[in-house]
């Protein structure tokens, strides 16, 4: 059961992640009110780190910002340890 919440989770904080920077670009675009660069990093931050790290990549957002050139794929590397780690580690068995 646990497996399965966590899979589902990953997969919907990804997805909402992914599409809430694809907002953001389109609201840029059209000179609208904008989602905080805080909100955007903390759905990485909480596991969304794939969806926003695949948004900047095929929408170009966020890509001239250090902040999310840097924090965006550390995350994603931490996200991808701990997923390693949890499952050598037995705890998915």
């Given at each position: 059961?646990?497996?399965?919440?966590?899979?589902?989770?990953?997969?919907?904080?990804?997805?909402?992640?992914?599409?809430?920077f694809a907002v953001d670009k389109n609201r840029a675009k059209k000179n609208l009110w904008r989602i905080s660069e805080a909100m955007l990093l903390f759905l990485a931050f909480i596991g969304g780190a794939l969806g926003a790290f695949l948004s900047m990549l095929?929408?170009?957002?966020?890509?001239?910002?250090?902040?999310?050139?840097?924090?965006?794929?550390?995350?994603?590397?931490?996200?991808?340890?701990?997923?390693?780690f949890a499952i050598r580690g037995g705890y998915f068995s």
């Amino acid at each position: 059961m646990e497996k399965e919440f966590i899979i589902l989770y990953l997969v919907f904080i990804n997805v909402l992640s992914f599409v809430i920077f694809a907002v953001d670009k389109n609201r840029a675009k059209k000179n609208l009110w904008r989602i905080s660069e805080a909100m955007l990093l903390f759905l990485a931050f909480i596991g969304g780190a794939l969806g926003a790290f695949l948004s900047m990549l095929i929408f170009r957002h966020k890509t001239q910002k250090l902040k999310f050139t840097l924090l965006v794929p550390l995350f994603l590397i931490i996200h991808i340890f701990l997923a390693f780690f949890a499952i050598r580690g037995g705890y998915f068995s």
